[in-house]
Each structure stands twice: as C-alpha cells, then as structure tokens.
C-alpha cells in the first residue's frame, strides 16, 4: 500500500523515537531567516523582528479527514502542508516555519513514514518553509498528523474576515469544486477495487478532479499576484469546507451580506462533466464542495479595473448590507439563500 517500488519494511520498533526522528528529518535545513534553531534541542527559536507572527494548527486524523486506500502518503504529508500554509495566505501573511506532530500505530513502517515526510520536505521547498520540529509518538489505531504554522505579515497588511464593505466586490481565486467532484471519483473506484481488485480504473478523463482532491495547492500566487497589483483586500478567508460556508463566515465577521451570480461562478469543464455523471448539480458542488483552497476575498470598487479578466480571479458578486443576507441568484434572476451545507454533512446527504 505505501510504496511498492521500496519493499523494505522496517518496523518502528526497530529504530526508536529519537532515530526515527533524526532519520525523517535529516534533510530538512533552514532556509528562512526568522528560522535561528531548529530541530534538536528543547524548543526552537524564531526572531520576526518587527512583524506580526500570524499561527495556525490543522489535526489530521486517519478515517475521518483521509483515507489511505487512494491517498499516497506523500500526497498525504504535501497536503498536510497545504491545508496550513493557505490559512497563512488567507491572512495575507507569509508562512516560515511549521512544526510537525504524528501518531502512527504498528501498521506503519518506517518506509511509510518516510514518504509521508517526502511530502513534507516537497511542500516546504514549493512554499518556502522550516521544518522546526514536532512531536512523535505511537498510536493504538491508525496515524494522526498535526501541523503547527508559523508566518508572518505587516501589521496594516494583515486581511481578517472582518473588514468586507457595502459594495465591494466579492473575487475568488482559480475555480471551485474540484475537488469535492475528484472525490467522488476516488470513492467510486474504491468500491469498485472491493469488488474487483483486478480491475485497472481509466482516469485519464478525471486527471483535474483528482489532482485537486490528492494533491491540492495553496493560493500563494495569488497573494504575490495582490501584493503586485497593490490590492489589499477588504476581507479574506480560504475556502476549505465550501464557498457557502466561507461566504457566511465573511458574512457574520463583516456585519454585511452578498449577492452572489451563479453564473459568474468558476467551475472548470471537467468538474461540469463528473457533475453529469453524478447527476449532481454543479452549482451545489461549486457552493458546498470543500478542500479547493483557493481565496475568497473582497476588494474596494476602485480595485475594479486591476483585477477585471484575471485569468487567476473570477469576479462573482458584490457586497450588500446585512439585512439582505447572503443571496445567489440564478440566470433568472431568481433570489436563493445561501445556506451552509458543510462539505462532509453535503456527502452524507448525497
Ligand atoms: P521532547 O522530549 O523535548 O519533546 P523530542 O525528543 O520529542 O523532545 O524531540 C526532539 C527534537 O525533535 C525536538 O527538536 C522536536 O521538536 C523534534 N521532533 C520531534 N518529533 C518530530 C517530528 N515528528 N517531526 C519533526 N521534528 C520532530
Ligand atoms: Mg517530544
């Protein structure tokens, strides 16, 4: 299941916490310059100087947040990167270090924890980060990831959820529910691989549903991209449990509410093909399907002409006072509310 090119299976009993730890993290180096110690002594020590140090945890946990039936576990240790560093960005902040914590039960090897930190060391290179330390310890069932970022920011650059205005308008990154419809997919086959084990899945048709279900990325060209156009956002967050959610969350921190064009929202082609094949509504996978990570962000009117056909940004609706909620409205113009379905409570219904 791990890695069939390897077939070493070094038990953990064989290498004892502190080699274990010293062999997972023997190439990881320091790159940033708040990173001053890392790995090997007590704590580690960071000097940000003058900015803000923006922090974020994420617990991963086996069954209910990842399946290893068809999540590799370098894919597994990228996006466990993945889901953190994008709270930073969704902050407007840039991540530095991250400290790893794991408990994995005897079922994983050594070989298997390995590749979990290959995906590690990958998302730190792609983003820029420190691996500082962590903590590791066995389980009596299953692995359990937990993630501790560290980032930081100008203190006036910092975007909260708070700060949306009347008549702004509302930008979302990339495109949206992708990663719910790669999921499906993924589900699929591994139902069918129990009945069948001998079965080869073609997915060549589903390469871009499953990519951003197994190996998703967070937005941090998007917040280069803002930072070039000198746009601050008037509001941000990142969009893990959907866009209904995350737009109620805007909503409520913000005091305001949002029209929001289905029309104008971004799905690519593919995911409108698996919806058919579903028979699931695209507009309800792109509201309520999770784990896109792309930013949702609201931006002053001014803003308008710099982000105006951004292939990275799509413009989908603007904000309104509170009293009018937050509405989509369809082709015909056809008011709805928008309610939070929570992508996991969204699979169980289906
Ligand atoms: P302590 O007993 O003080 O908790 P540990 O023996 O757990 O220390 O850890 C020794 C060093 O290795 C520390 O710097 C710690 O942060 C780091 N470390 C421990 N586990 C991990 C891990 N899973 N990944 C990265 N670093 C780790
Ligand atoms: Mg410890």
């Known amino acids: ?47 940000y100087e003058k900015n803000t140090i923006v922090v974020t945890t994420d617990l991963l946990v086996e069954g209910v947040h990842f399946d290893l039936s068809y999540m590799p576990l370098k894919h597994l240790g990228y996006k ?17 270090q991250i400290t790893v914590s794991f408990a ?41 990831i937990s993630i501790t970022a560290l980032g930081s920011a100008q203190k006036n650059k910092i975007t909260k959820r708070s700060g949306a205005q009347e008549n702004d308008l509302v930008v979302v990154s990339g495109d ?52 070039s156009l000198n746009i601050l956002p008037t509001s941000m967050i990142d969009i893990s449990d959907g866009l209904s959610s995350e737009l109620l969350h805007l909503a409520k921190a913000s005091k305001v509410g949002f029209h929001i064009y289905e029309e104008k ?29 792309e930013l949702l962000f609201t931006v002053s009117q001014k803003d308008y002409e710099k982000i105006k056909n951004h292939p990275y940004l799509t413009i989908i609706g603007h904000v309104t006072e509170e009293q009018t909620g937050c509405q989509l409205i369809n082709g015909l113009g056809v008011t709805i509310p928008i309610t939070a379905q929570g992508w996991q409570s969204f699979n169980k219904e289906d």
């Open 1 to 47: 299941m791990f890695d069939d090119k390897n077939p070493s299976k070094t038990p953990l009993s064989d290498l004892g916490e502190f080699a274990l730890i010293d062999l997972l993290t023997k190439n990881f180096t320091l790159k940033n310059k708040s990173s001053l110690l890392g790995i090997g002594d007590d704590a580690a020590l960071l000097d």
């Open 80 to 96: 466990a990167v993945v889901v953190n560093v994008s709270d930073l960005y969704a902050m407007n902040a840039k991540p530095s």
């Open 104 to 144: 994995a039960s005897n079922r994983f090897t050594f070989e298997a924890l390995e590749a979990l930190y290959e995906g590690l060391a990958a998302a730190c290179n792609h983003y820029g980060v420190d691996l500082i330390g962590g903590d590791t310890t066995s389980s009596t069932s299953g692995l359990t």
């Open 176 to 227: 949206l529910g992708g990663a719910f419809a790669g999921l499906q997919i993924l589900e699929r086959e591994k139902a069918v691989f129990k009945v069948n084990p001998n079965n080869q899945p073609d997915l060549s048709q589903y390469t871009y549903g499953i990519q951003r279900q197994l190996k998703p990325e967070a937005r941090k060209d998007v917040i280069d991209l803002l930072e």
């Open 265 to 293: 929202l971004p799905i690519d082609p593919e995911v409108i093909l698996i919806c058919e094949e579903f028979k699931l509504n695209s507009t309800t996978v792109a509201m309520n399907g999770g784990e896109d990570y």
